[in-house]
C-alpha cells in the first residue's frame, strides 16, 4: 500500500481519490477545507496547498502527487503560478511523481485534430497560464529534479461536472426550457467523462515511461452540442431540447457585470467551431478505452436534474 496525495476534491480529484481507496491505496486529500470523499481509506487535510513547505510536509512519503486543483476560473493567471510552482516543490523535495489533471486550453485554437504533438500556443490569459506550467513542469524534468506528466482532457462529463453543456445547457434542457448556447450547436466537440481521466491519472503515475510527457485523456468520438442535448432528453424521458445560439455580443455583454462569463469570451473557439481531440495514444499505451456515452451521460444526468442532491 502506498501513499497518494490529492490536491483538490471537484470531479477528477473526487474521482481518483475513490479509485485509489477502492484499490487498497493509502490516499490524502488536501483541500482548503478538508474537504474529500467519505471513504474509509481516505484522509482529508485541510491545508493551503500554495504554501510548498507546507504540501511537501503532507508528500513526504508519498509515491505521487496529484495536481486536480481548480483555481476560481477567472483567477487562472493569479492563482496558478504560485500554486504550480508550490507542486513542483513538493514534487522535488518527496521525491513522489507529479501527476497534473490538465485540460487542452495551451493548445490555443487548432484547425483539425488535437494531438499531444500539438505545440502550445495560446494566446489567452488562461491558456498562456496552463501553457506555462507545463513549460515549467517538463524543464524540470529534463533537468533531473522532478519526475512529472500531464493528463489533458475535454470539457468533462460526470457527477458534478461544471462546464457551459452541465451548467447553462443541460439544467434548463432537462427542465422543457429554451437554452441559449453560446456556441455552434451543431460543430462536433469532445467530451471527457471524469472516471477516465481518473484511470489516466492513476495509469500514467504507475508507468515511468509515461513521465515526461502529455497525455489526452481517452475520449469518446465527438458529439455536437444539439445531439448531445438530445441524447440526455431522450435518456431522461425529457422532450427535445430547444436549444439557440446566443450571438456573441450577447456573451460580451453577460461578462459586463459578471466575471466569470467574462472569461468565456477567451474560449470562444472551443465552441464556435470544431473542437476534437484524438486520444489513441493513451488508449494504445495504457488500454484505456473511453466510457460509453451513455454511461457518462447517465450519470451526469443524475446530477443535473437533482437526483443525487
Given at each position: ?5 490529492i490536491?483538490?476534491?471537484?470531479p477528477v480529484?473526487?474521482a481518483?481519490?475513490?479509485?485509489l ?5 493509502q490516499v ?30 503532507l ?8 495536481n ?7 483567477r ?8 504550480a ?29 488535437m ?8 494566446t ?5 497560464v ?13 533537468a533531473g529534479?522532478?519526475?512529472?506528466t500531464?493528463v ?7 457527477a458534478?461536472?461544471?462546464?457551459l453543456?452541465?451548467m ?8 422543457g426550457a429554451?437554452a441559449?448556447?453560446?456556441a455552434?450547436l ?6 471527457t ?16 515511461s ?5 497525455w489526452?485523456a481517452p ?8 445531439d ?5 432528453c431522450?435518456l ?6 430547444r436549444?439557440s445560439?446566443m ?13 466569470v ?7 470562444q473557439y472551443q ?9 489513441s495514444?493513451?488508449?494504445?499505451a495504457?488500454?484505456?478505452?473511453p ?8 450519470e451526469?444526468i443524475?446530477?443535473c436534474?437533482?437526483?443525487d442532491?
Open positions: 500500500m502506498s501513499l497518494h496525495v490536491v483538490g476534491a471537484g480529484g473526487s481518483t481519490a475513490r479509485l481507496a477502492d484499490q487498497g491505496e490524502r486529500v488536501v483541500t482548503r477545507r478538508g474537504t474529500g470523499p467519505d471513504h474509509p481509506a481516505v484522509e482529508r487535510v485541510a491545508a493551503d496547498a500554495t504554501d510548498a513547505s507546507a504540501l511537501g510536509r508528500c513526504a512519503g508519498a509515491t505521487v502527487v496529484y486536480c486543483a481548480g483555481p476560481p476560473y477567472h487562472w493567471p493569479v492563482e496558478w503560478p504560485p500554486l510552482a508550490a507542486f513542483l516543490e513538493a514534487a522535488r523535495t518527496s521525491g513522489a511523481v507529479l501527476v497534473t489533471a490538465g485540460n487542452l486550453y495551451g493548445y490555443g485554437p487548432v484547425p483539425g485534430v494531438t499531444e504533438r500539438h505545440p502550445l500556443l495560446a489567452g490569459a488562461k491558456g498562456r496552463r501553457a506555462q506550467m507545463w513549460a515549467d513542469a517538463l524543464a524540470a524534468y529534463e529534479h522532478v519526475r512529472t500531464e489533458r482532457s475535454s470539457d468533462y462529463l460526470g458534478g461536472t461544471q462546464s453543456l452541465t447553462a445547457v443541460l439544467p434548463k434542457a432537462l427542465a429554451r441559449s448556447v453560446p455552434d451543431d460543430a462536433p466537440h469532445s467530451w467523462y471524469v472516471g477516465d481521466v481518473a484511470r489516466t491519472l492513476v495509469a500514467v503515475a504507475a508507468d515511468e509515461a513521465w515526461g510527457h502529455a489526452h475520449t469518446a468520438a465527438p458529439v455536437s452540442i444539439r448531445i442535448t438530445t441524447r440526455a431522450a431522461a424521458d425529457a422532450p427535445p431540447p436549444l445560439t450571438p456573441a455580443p450577447v456573451l460580451w455583454l453577460g461578462g459586463l457585470g459578471n466575471p462569463i467574462r472569461e468565456l469570451r477567451e474560449t465552441f464556435r467551431k470544431p473542437f476534437v481531440v484524438d486520444s495514444a493513451a488508449t494504445e495504457f488500454a484505456i478505452e466510457t460509453p456515452l451513455d454511461v457518462s451521460l447517465e451526469t443524475a446530477t436534474s437533482g437526483e442532491r
